[in-house]
């Protein structure tokens, strides 16, 4: 059975720091993997997929990388600030019905 | 715009009271999914239907159902069954290709009294 860690479960930052969150996963047998990200209360807001053909995803200053074969994702934030404190949910997608299983997810904060 | 709608924001039951959620997507998605969120927990999959008039249960369906006569709309009924309703619920779609991401609504919270 497919399970999905992140860790750590909370992190606080000073703005302006480069940072890194964390997803492991016990099964490599995935179509891909998303990271998204949800604001208090809110819905989820997809931030990058990467394709299990894949090594990294890049969009502004977030990058995603993806080592299938060790079960791992990381999500980089660089040069961090305050909006970008939220909770961070990583999920993978694992067979053809296209759910997805998440992890507990990274509530992070970015002091100013 | 296209996107995906859940109504109503906030929900509050009674106990026994059967309750029902609100979900429609207008990005032509044929999968749609119903997923319940507790604090500092991550999502967990109630129902999800891949087309029309079928739909399977996920990790969480009991004490839940669902139904999907069109494909826009994918209703979730929370029943006097479910022992422990108070959680966030969130809709999503997705375009039916295992490639594609998934895009979610934006959640219904609803609370038993």
């Known amino acids: 059975k497919q399970e999905v860690t992140q860790i750590p479960a909370a992190l606080s930052v000073p703005e302006g720091e480069n940072l890194v969150l964390n997803c492991s996963f016990t099964d490599s047998a995935i179509y891909n993997l998303q990271w998204f990200r949800q604001d208090p209360g809110k819905g989820l807001t997809s931030l990058l997929l990467i394709q299990s053909s894949q090594r990294e995803q890049t969009s502004g200053r977030l990058n995603a990388s993806l080592d299938k074969s060790s079960g791992r994702s990381t999500l980089y934030i660089a040069a961090s600030q305050p909006g970008d404190s939220a909770t961070y949910l990583c999920?993978?997608?694992?067979?053809?019905?296209?759910?997805?299983?998440f992890g507990q997810g990274t509530t992070l904060q970015v002091k100013p | 715009d296209g996107g995906i709608t859940q109504s109503p924001k906030y929900l509050f039951r009674k106990e026994g009271q059967n309750v029902t959620l609100s979900c429609e997507q207008n990005?032509?998605?044929?999968?749609m999914y119903w997923y319940r969120q507790d604090p500092g927990q991550g999502l967990r999959l109630i129902y999800y239907s891949q087309i029309v008039n079928d739909f399977q249960k996920g990790d969480i369906a009991e004490g839940y159902s669902v139904s999907r006569e069109k494909k826009e709309s994918f209703p979730l009924t929370v029943t006097s069954a479910q022992k422990n309703p108070t959680a966030f619920y969130l809709c999503?779609?997705?375009?039916?290709?295992?490639?594609?991401?998934?895009?979610f609504g934006p959640g219904t919270r609803l609370t038993v009294l």
């Open positions: 999503a779609s997705f375009g039916g290709d295992v490639w594609y991401e998934q895009f």
């Open positions: 999920a993978v997608r694992a067979g053809n019905t296209g759910k997805l299983i």
């Open positions: 990005l032509n998605h044929d999968a």
